[in-house]
């Protein structure tokens, strides 16, 4: 491969999903390196005053800041948006940064959005509590409702926000039917694809605008650091994202693009193998605890959606216990294997009890609105033999009476 191949859209667009995850976006220096050089800067200097000025004008292309370009950075977004099918992407210094900047990026007072009620307790307080300080309306929807969404439409709705699989709930949003109703009213809809990846799913196939992600968590796949991405048409990150960073500055910084570059060579790899675990242990635990939501289990009310959205259930399930939240310490307890954690998409087994973690700060009714209760738990199967989970959960189970 040649110094800039991998900067070459009309080469690598070609390429198959397993050569872009690990050569797509790739700019080697003169020294010709092998693995992707990290650009520890935050300026950079210039043979003449004409040219910087013709940088910063936008008349010839090169390295101004690094709060605007970075070698580094530019290589992970190129990978990203080929990865994703996108024009452009730009990342961000952690997931939540990625997600205000795609909503704040568009948003002005007057505007109105329409979101997803089960979702991250973060991305809750976005519609719930930030955005209205600036003059922006919310409503929150159960968005597995197709016509929950057209009824929620006004004429200034701008936004529709949703993931899927939903945080914790692992809702599933018909995302061909939501993006069309979207397209029809003038709407840009804005998911976050952070529980599948675009290993699993690609929203932008069925019609998804602007596709944004916690990088910190399948993309790095290991615990090492944070990063977000916002993926989407050049022409909105360009025009409408760009000037919003630029001047904000939420940038993922270089080391942190470099890990999660290494992250995504073996991505697809970890996140089948984990969505196989994921399966293997599913099926264990349904009929050991009363409610297990699983999209790639039979049992799951939109297994059959889901399949038709995603190629394999995932590595994230969540289960009910009637025992509330004494049982639900109770097993976490118990555990010796898995580790009690509030993050996913580590290549380790995690779990986590979402109404003390990752919901706490959405309180007791946004809890209740959005199904998250107190005997709910969070499971993130990593890359452990299946067999060494499952009888850690066995054993944890029946510390607990099930």
Request: glycine letters at 10%; one cysteine or more; aromatic letters at 6%.
């Amino acid at each position: 491969m040649k110094r800039t191949t991998g900067q070459d859209r009309s080469i690598t667009q070609s390429w198959r999903p397993a050569t872009k995850a690990v050569r797509g976006g790739t700019w080697r220096s003169e020294m010709g390196e092998t693995s992707e050089a990290l650009f520890l800067t935050s300026g950079y200097t210039y043979d003449d005053a004409a040219t910087v000025a013709a940088r910063f004008a936008g008349e010839q292309p090169g390295m101004t800041y690094s709060r605007l370009q970075n070698p580094t950075v530019a290589m992970l977004e190129e990978r990203i948006a080929l990865m994703e099918g996108a024009q452009a992407c730009r990342t961000q210094a952690s997931g939540m940064a990625a997600m205000t900047t795609a909503l704040l990026c568009q948003l002005s007072a007057g505007d109105h959005i329409v979101a997803a009620k089960a979702a991250f307790g973060s991305c809750r307080w976005l519609v719930e509590s930030l955005l209205p300080r600036f003059g922006v309306e919310g409503t929150l929807i159960d968005a597995t409702d197709n016509a929950a969404w057209e009824a929620a439409i006004r004429p200034n709705t701008k936004v529709f926000f949703f993931e899927s699989p939903a945080n914790p709930t692992m809702g599933i949003v018909d995302m061909e039917y939501v993006c069309a109703l979207a397209k029809a009213h003038g709407i840009t809809t804005v998911v976050d694809n952070a529980f599948a990846t675009y290993a699993l799913q690609r929203p932008m196939e069925f019609g998804a605008d602007v596709v944004a992600y916690s990088a910190t968590k399948m993309m790095d796949g290991q615990g090492r650091v944070l990063a977000g991405a916002v993926c989407g048409s050049q022409d909105f990150i360009d025009n409408v994202l760009l000037p919003f960073q630029r001047n904000t500055g939420p940038n993922c910084a270089p080391f942190n693009a470099w890990v999660v570059l290494k992250g995504l060579e073996t991505l697809d790899l970890r996140i089948q193998q984990q969505s196989r675990n994921a399966q293997k242990v599913a099926e264990f635990v349904e009929g050991r605890v009363p409610v297990i939501l699983y999209p790639g289990l039979k049992s799951h009310p939109q297994h059959d959606l889901a399949m038709r959205q995603m190629s394999a259930g995932g590595t994230i399930f969540s289960i009910e216990l009637d025992g509330g939240r004494s049982q639900a310490h109770g097993l976490l307890d118990a555990l010796k294997l898995i580790d009690i954690s509030n993050n996913i998409g580590d290549s380790r087994s995690l779990m986590c009890h979402p109404a003390t973690t990752t919901h706490h700060g959405v309180g007791p009714e946004g809890r209740a609105d959005m199904g998250v209760g107190e005997g709910m738990l969070r499971l993130n199967v990593g890359l452990e033999d299946a067999d060494d989970v499952i009888e850690d959960l066995d054993q944890a189970l029946r510390a607990v009476g099930l």
